[in-house]
T-cell receptor, first 115, second 110 residues
């Protein structure tokens, strides 16, 4: 596709369940970012991949959060033992090189609701 | 202290006026500065970036950077109702991560 694709667009789960959110970046973009955004807040940085490796995962809030990008393209954000405070829109963005030199292209987000 | 600070607004301006949006940042080592626009329920999209001190103009938009004061601003001339959105200031971090502010909500009324 032409843009960044995120699935699912909407996910409702129960507290304690496991969730996976998928991001398919723009073809050829080496940099991939995950952010989460709560209502009325700006995007909060979670993790940044350059190729297959996590260049910076300092934004992951705790060890329940994990992300992978095994082939340097599609990325999956995994959340274990979900909590109500994890409810937010999870945004994925990709860039041709890095955020410093290029534009971030965002997907439409995955809205996670934890009941 | 937050890394990137913005007044959450709303900032209300009449159609045709100049809207001035401001942002301060804490990391003196930051090199790249961005303004993103986010319509309600949509994802952010890039409006402008600026790397050097001074002004950078693109159409109705002007970005201003003052590294000594750690201050970035965005001016929107001839504001239109279609400019009503949240404007996010973003600054690069130490490892190429982009840090966003909370955003300023702009309302342009006819």
């Amino acid at each position: 596709g032409a843009g960044v694709s995120q699935t699912p667009s909407n996910k409702v789960t129960e507290k304690g369940k496991y969730v996976e959110l998928r991001c398919d970046p723009i073809s050829g973009h080496t940099a991939l970012y995950w952010y989460r955004q709560s209502l009325g807040q700006g995007p909060e940085f979670l993790i940044y991949f350059q190729g297959t490796g996590a260049a910076d995962d300092s934004g992951l809030p705790n060890d329940r959060f994990f992300a992978v990008r095994p082939e340097g393209s599609v990325s999956t954000l995994k959340i274990q033992r979900t909590e109500r405070g994890d409810s937010a829109v999870y945004l994925c963005a990709s860039s041709l090189a890095s955020a410093n030199t290029g534009e971030l292209f965002f997907g439409e987000g995955s809205r996670l609701t934890v009941l | 202290q937050k890394e990137v600070e913005q007044n959450s607004g709303p900032l209300s301006v009449p159609e045709g006026a100049i809207a001035s949006l401001n942002c301060t940042y804490s990391d003196r080592g930051s090199q790249s500065f961005f303004w993103y626009r986010q319509y309600s329920g949509k994802s952010p999209e890039l409006i402008m970036f600026i790397y050097s001190n001074g002004d950078k103009e693109d159409g109705r938009f002007t970005a201003q950077l003052n590294k000594a004061s750690q201050y970035v601003s965005l001016l929107i001339r001839d504001s239109q109702p279609s400019d009503s959105a949240t404007y996010l200031c973003a600054v690069n971090g130490y490892t190429d991560k982009l840090i966003f502010g909370t955003g300023t909500r702009l309302q342009v009324f006819p």
